[in-house]
Every structure is written in C-alpha cells, then in structure tokens.
C-alpha cells in the first residue's frame, strides 16, 4: 500500500470521526434544550398554583388626510364618486404604526389587556383577542401545564409581525380560554395573527417571518407550533382584506365661513364649548359618552396658522355602533356651529348641502350598517376596531 493511499485513509478516518463527533455535539445540544423547557421549576405547578405571581417582565403625526363623503355605499370599493350633495370618498390611507422600541410589558390581569372593560369575564376577552373570524389561530402544543409567569417573557419577545398584532390565549385550568397573566396556569395555548389591517393583508413574507419566530418561541417554552398551510392563510386574508378595503368609508360635512375667517384663538375656545376635546395633532374629536370618539373636526390649516374659513367634520363609520347615530350627531353639531360661528354647511365644492341631501346620505349609512352586521363584523363593534383602527 503506497502512502499516498493511507494518508487518504487517515484523511477518511479523521473526516469520519469528525462528522460523528459533530453529530453527537448536536443531540447533546438537543438535549440539553429539551430539559431546559421541561425543567422541574413548573414540573409541580398545579400543585403551586397559589404562589405569587412574579413582575412582570419588560418584553416588547400628522393629521389623517380629509376624506370627501360617500354617497354609494355599496360600490366594492369606497373610491367610487357621485355628483350633487356630495362626493365619493376614497379608502382613508391610515397611518403606519409608530416602530416599535421593544416588547410590550407583560399583562399583570386581564383589565389591564388593550381592549378589556373591568366587567368583561376572561373568556370573553379571550375571544376578542384571538378570533377566527379575523386571525390565523396557530395552537401550541406542549405536555403538562405551564404558568403565565414562565411562558410570558418568551411571548413577548413576539409581538407583531408588519403592521399586524399578535395576541395570545391560554387553556386555563379551569376549564376555559383566557388571556395568558402572570399567575394563570395553562394546558394549551394559541397564537393568533391579524390576517387584515386597514392598509394592508398578511402576506407571504409576514407569514414566514411569523413561523420562524413563532416556532423560536415554542422551542423556548417546550412547546410545538401546529401551522397552517399558508397558502389557506394567504386566501383568507386576502379576501379579509377585500372585505375591509370596501368598507372603509368615511363621511364628512363642511362648515363655510359667512364673513371673515374665524381666528384660531377664538375657534378653539368655541369648539370647546361646544364639546370637543383637543388633541396633539391639532385635530378636534368629540366623545362619544363611553371613552371613544363620536366623530372628529379639522380645521384644514396647519397648527401654526392664525385664521381658517373652513372647518371638516368628518365620521369614521365603520367604527361607531349604529346606535350612537355618528352621522345625525355630527349633522346636528354642524347645525349647531352654523349658529354659533355664523357659517354654511356645504359639500367638497362649497354647494350648500340640504337636508334632503342629509337625509339620503343617512339611509346609506343605514345600509352599510347592515352590511357589516351581515358580515358578522358589526361597526363600532370589537372586530371592527381591530381592523379599522
């Protein structure tokens, strides 16, 4: 045998050795990872329900554009126009959310969760957090149980994916579906992903991304992420999407100046008393009795003007309930303001708008209503501020 072939020999052999030594690196790692997410600091957890729950743990403009009224509600599209009274309104090109500096803290309770009035049960708020109708519900499956307080820190590093939220739900012991706080004790847990926000659909790459960093946390909490097939996900949010981009109306009226512009400085003082709340941006809105907004004002200028002739009020219909009547609201506060700053109620083309005019507008705000009511996605309702806000 020639050295050249034994040095080829050695050279196999050590490749070998080298390749089996790796691979038992690996299931050494693998291991080692799945003892660290069955360790036994929750392996008694039902037993230690009562402890107390830890801290939670830190994890993750400008105005909007005036939009012209909608006289055709039913159009596909809400970019469709009409003549007279009024014009149509373009979908209104919500701003993109502010980035994002780090997780959001962690929920200490179920109050204290976006959305979540003090007398709404958990399983209810659960619901509202992670719906089938508007997320991809993607379960995590794991043996056992686990508390809240292991399991959120790794949630939270997994908040959002683009501009669409994730939420959370635990199986709590008691036998229902309830947001994930320290102190709760799980046996199974979903993930849901908005599939539709008011700009945009979940999309190929958002999905991806969600996966990867989805099953990255279910690795950390030993646990497994059942994912659905994403070309489903991608019909169902597509088609979401459709659902909310022909909805996403917009109404407003116009108040015209009689004589001179009205100075700012006392603009503000009579907004005031007639209701409105100032905000940052220099925009007016006016509550709606229950900690939302009825319908907002604009004064068109920009905040550092003095004068203005022209004041907007403009509704966002699909997030106002039917029964606060935002649009005969807003039409009676303009009515009102025509008597207090001495102006006109007109159209986008300064054409004064009737009541007959009005009142056609209502009846189609009545049909849009019933559309999103056949839809299951009543406006002003949780869903509908999930995805039009």
Known sequence: ??????????????????????????????????????ASDHDDVLMRSEDAPAEPDLGEGSPVLRQEPVLDLDAPTADATAGGAAAGAAPREAAAPAPVAGAARAPTSIASLPGARPDMPPAEVAESLVDPLIDCIIPLNFEGALRGDRILPALQKLRRVGNKPIHYIGFAVNGDWEPIVHGGVY?????????????????????????????????????????????DVMSEARTLHRFVAGHDAQLGVNLAANGAPWAISTLIGAL??????????????????????????????????????????????????????????????????????????????????????????????????????????????????????
């Open 272 to 389: 005031e008393n007639q209701g409105f709340d100032v905000r940052p941006d220099g925009r007016f809105s006016m509550p709606d009795g229950a900690g939302g907004v009825l319908f907002t004002l604009s004064t068109n200028v920009t905040l550092g003007a003095d004068t203005t002739a022209r004041l907007t009020l403009l509704l966002d219909v699909p997030c106002v309930a039917p029964e606060r009547d935002g649009f005969g609201a807003m039409v009676k506060c303009a009515h009102a303001l025509t008597q207090r700053l001495d102006a006109t109620v007109v159209d986008d083309f300064d054409q004064p708008l009737s009541d007959a005019a009005l009142d056609e507008i209502k009846g189609q705000v009545a049909e849009f209503y019933q559309e999103m009511e056949a839809a299951d996605i009543p406006a002003g309702s949780t869903r509908a501020l999930r995805l039009f806000v």
């Open 1 to 38: 045998m020639t050295d050249f072939q034994m040095s080829l020999i050695v050279g196999a052999g050590v490749f070998v050795a080298g390749v089996f030594s790796y691979n038992k690196w690996q299931e050494y790692k693998a291991r080692k990872s799945v003892e660290r997410a069955f």
């Open 187 to 231: 046996t199974k847990l979903q993930a849901g992903v908005q599939l539709a926000t008011r700009t945009t659909a979940l999309n190929e790459i958002e999905y991806s991304e969600l996966v990867t960093r989805l099953r990255s946390v279910a690795d950390e909490i030993g646990a497994e992420a059942e994912v659905p097939d994403m070309i």
